[in-house]
């Protein structure tokens, strides 16, 4: 089953626990702090593969998380960090953020791969944080939380050479004829529910990739009919056979709606280089009104081939001059040089806000001091006092004061509650 979208969860590992502990040896009485650091945990990523060629997987498995982070033990040693998780998509998927709709990445290239979540630090052990003042530090770190996100996969397909049309114009044919796929073909409209690929041999050293995309029909861009779903695989060919069915009652007509719904989509699709060819040219009412179709096309710049998908007239032709086009359109490569998947920036972490949920409670949200909050032992005082200071070097304490709170109220950091005192 062919499977182009698909929403998924996912979840870095979170990082291990630094250890606080006092090295404990007969004859060493005052042996300092030697608890270790905590594992990182496991980054969460998105590869492109050849060997995969939909996202049908994801019907069934709708949840992935990377593992923890093991924590710190004494003798300074390391926890183990966990092993990063890797999703295999097929080439040209593209992964936004679910819930803001941004654009994360898009994948184009066999081993190509997209950080998604990246796994928590681990936290620290109580060696790092003795000092000349602080020679017995009741101070340590958890570890990092893990970072998550509802992420939307989209499948384009990639192909050199996309064949579109009304439904019913032959394209599933003409797909079965220059290449070695097998569509399911029947003389009525709407037989492709899903674009099909197929390989064509230009010579022995070179082959291209064809798309059959299904027919689309007037509305398609507003997403009437299957458009948004097949309309989006067309944004990835360089140049697109139109095929014209020979049978229609206006192919002209034809031609003018696809190019508009083209357009309405994706102002760039209308752009692309077109064969336009006029399939059924075997069948005498196609031959009847190939010249005058001929003619209004030239006047608008366009030349109309004529060929038979069915009784397989001219189809190496108009291989043959698509490939030709193909060859004189750049490749996205060309046009963006080393082109590399795209990223929206991040946030300041440091941001933060402050909303006063009643008259004795507060809410301070922000990445940075959530981070700080699940990563501090509360039952250790050091690590405690540790917290106030980040409070005040983030700026928190300030403006907590300044927006009005008292003694004694309530403030929620993430999902910890404090007491606030002067």
Not at 192 to 201: K, R, Y
């Amino acid at each position: 089953m062919f499977i182009d979208q698909a929403e998924i969860f996912v979840k870095s590992g979170k990082g291990g626990n630094g250890m606080m502990h006092f090295r404990r040896e007969k004859y060493v009485p005052r042996g300092g702090p030697d608890g270790g650091d905590g594992g990182k945990g496991g980054d969460l990523i998105i590869e492109a593969r050849h060997t995969v060629n939909s996202l049908v997987s994801f019907r069934h498995t709708m949840r992935f998380a990377a593992g923890d982070g093991k924590g710190g033990g004494s003798q300074k040693m390391f926890g183990r960090s966990a092993e990063d998780l890797v999703i295999p998509v097929p080439l040209g998927t593209v992964i936004y953020d679910a819930e803001t709709g941004g654009l994360l990445g898009d994948l184009t290239t066999h081993g190509q791969r997209l950080l998604v979540c990246k796994g928590g630090r681990g936290g620290r052990g109580n060696v790092h944080f003795k000092s000349s003042k602080n020679q017995v530090p009741r101070t340590a770190e958890k570890g990092e939380p893990g970072e998550e996100k509802r992420v939307r996969l989209e499948l384009k397909l990639i192909a050199d050479i996309g064949i579109i049309g009304v439904p019913n114009a032959g394209k599933s044919t003409l797909l079965s004829v220059l290449t070695n796929a097998k569509p399911e073909i029947a003389p009525y409209p709407f037989t492709t529910i899903q674009p099909n690929l197929g390989v064509a041999e230009i010579d022995e050293d070179t082959s291209v990739v064809l798309a059959d995309i299904p027919g689309l029909i007037e509305g398609a861009s507003q997403g009437i009919g299957l458009g948004h779903d097949f309309l989006r695989h067309i944004q990835r060919t360089r140049v697109l056979i139109h095929l014209l069915d020979g049978m229609s009652e206006d192919p002209l007509a034809d031609f003018s709606q696809i190019n508009t719904e083209l357009s309405l989509f994706d102002e760039n699709l209308a752009k692309k280089p077109q064969i336009v060819a006029l399939n059924k040219i075997d069948l005498p009412e196609a031959q009847e009104r190939f010249a005058k179709l001929k003619k209004d096309l030239k006047k608008r710049g366009i030349e109309l081939i004529s060929i038979s998908a069915m009784a397989h007239t001219e189809v190496r032709a108009l291989l043959l001059k698509s490939f030709q086009t193909l060859a004189e359109t750049p490749t996205m490569e060309d046009i963006i040089p080393n082109a590399l998947p795209i990223y929206r920036p991040q946030e300041d972490p440091n941001q933060f806000t402050i909303v006063r949920e009643d008259g004795k409670q507060w809410r301070v949200s922000g990445p940075a001091i959530e981070r700080a909050a699940a990563m501090t032992y509360w039952e250790h005082s050091g690590s405690v006092r540790r917290f106030q200071r980040i409070i005040e070097a983030l700026g928190i304490e300030k403006a907590l004061r300044a927006a009005g709170v008292d003694e004694g109220d309530t403030v929620f950091i993430g999902d910890y509650e404090l007491e606030w005192q002067d």
